[in-house]
């Protein structure tokens, strides 16, 4: 079954940097797009960062535009994200995202606090 398991996060003061790493399982990771959601308190989910199943392609949320880099390596099915200039306002639950057609998969999430 597919598996997306998210690690890396933790406690860092604004202008920190962290990586997040999702590793991933159950598909053939190379031929799907991957995603990272966040999801702060009493907000919303939104998309933080995508990118494409060979990796050329990527697309940012403006809020992270600069700050933030979503890489992959097909041959360890990983993908990471690096956070830098870290702000508080990033605080949130991480989240790896796959869209296999007909369904969406999440991972368990990874807590990034930003606070000094």
């Known amino acids: 079954q597919v598996q997306l398991v998210e690690s890396g996060g933790g406690l860092v003061q604004p202008g920190g940097s962290l990586r997040l790493s999702c590793v991933a399982s159950?598909?053939?990771?190379?031929?799907?797009?991957m995603s990272w959601y966040r999801q702060g308190p009493g907000k919303e989910r939104e998309l933080v960062a995508a990118i494409s199943s060979a990796g050329g392609s990527t697309n940012y949320a403006d809020s992270v535009k600069g700050r933030f880099t979503i890489s992959r390596d097909n041959v360890k099915n990983t993908v990471l994200l690096q956070m830098n200039s870290l702000k508080a306002e990033d605080t949130a639950v991480y989240f790896c995202?796959?869209?296999?057609?007909?369904?969406?998969?999440w991972g368990q999430g990874t807590q990034v606090t930003v606070s000094s």
């Open positions: 995202n796959v869209l296999i057609p007909g369904t969406t998969y």
């Open positions: 159950g598909f053939t990771f190379r031929s799907y797009g």
